[in-house]
């Protein structure tokens, strides 16, 4: 299984950015698909959640509003719109990938991880 994200940079607060991850290796649609991010010294963070079929996604209460997931099962590929970005945001954004049906919020329940895209919001 590989899950490879792309899509970080650096930009200025406001700005938009789209991540994505593509999939390889295990069969998309039979897994909840999940992005996380962990800023320096701190612990890895839940962002944002997706059904295996793209069904009332979960966000934290710090992006909701700004980000947006979606995922396109035919490109196994899932997406994170990032809007409006602040400086807070500045972390390694994760992928990640969960075989249960829950939109799970803690990084434990999720069973395959991406290598990480950094992105970096100056003020």
């Known amino acids: 299984v590989q899950l490879q994200a792309s899509g970080g940079g650096l930009v200025q607060a406001g700005d938009s950015l789209r991540l994505s991850c593509a999939a390889s290796g295990l069969t998309f649609n039979n897994y909840v698909m999940g992005w996380f991010r962990q800023a320096p010294g701190k612990e890895r963070e839940f962002v944002a959640a997706i059904s295996r079929y793209g069904g009332s996604p979960a966000y934290a209460d710090s992006v909701k509003g700004r980000f947006t997931i979606s995922r396109d099962n035919a490109k196994k590929t899932v997406y994170l719109q990032l809007s409006s970005l602040k400086p807070e945001d500045t972390a390694v954004y994760y992928c990640?990938?969960?075989?249960?049906?829950?939109?799970?919020?803690?990084?434990?329940?999720?069973?395959?991880w991406g290598q990480g895209t950094q992105v970096t919001v100056s003020s």
């Open positions: 990640a990938a969960d075989r249960t049906v829950s939109l799970n919020r803690r990084s434990d329940e999720y069973d395959y």
